[in-house]
């Protein structure tokens, strides 16, 4: 099992009774996590991500220095993880460590009304997707939405508040999306 607190990730073998977690990592940043039935990506800061595949962990290295504040498993075989950030840009990663800048997210319409009520950059808070669709939230500037792997991006609208906290989709009808904005949930 691993265990996630602000500043570490702990693993507890629950296989060998082990009463004490063992500390995986630690950072000064909070680890952020994604998970599937099968699988568990931590961002652990310092452009390195744990995997976890049943009982094997493993280390991702990246290049990637930006803060990290979502991540999304987008394919398991190979891995495939996307992330977003502070400022709001997203990232691909592969499973052998190679991050790839998503422009198109860079491109999309509205992107130059993003920003914070007090100055501060906009940020992908979170990501969901269902197979067609990947969704992305930007706090603060609402949701956008990719139908090509996030090659291409379009705005959510639909009276969606533009300050949105999180999205997500439901799990027995993916095609349902939840943003939980500072105005209520759509």
Known sequence: M?????????????K?????????????????????ASLVAAWVGGGDVVVGRGQELGRLHTDLEEKVTCVRILCEEPLVLLVGTEPAHL????GDG???????????????EWGTPWGGPACVRSIADHGKWIYADIHVG???????????????GNGIHPDVHQVVTHPAEPERVYANTADGVF
């Open 16 to 36: 060998e009774n082990d009463v004490v977690p063992a500390p995986l990592v630690s950072s000064d940043t909070a680890p952020v996590i994604d998970m599937t």
């Open 91 to 94: 990232y691909r990663i592969t």
């Open 98 to 112: 190679l991050v790839e800048p998503l422009e198109g997210f860079d491109r999309v319409e509205g992107r130059a």
């Open 142 to 156: 609402s949701i956008v939405r990719s139908a090509d792997g996030g090659n291409t991006w379009e705005p959510v």
């Open 2 to 14: 691993l265990i996630a607190t602000d500043q570490q990730v702990l693993l507890l073998n629950t």
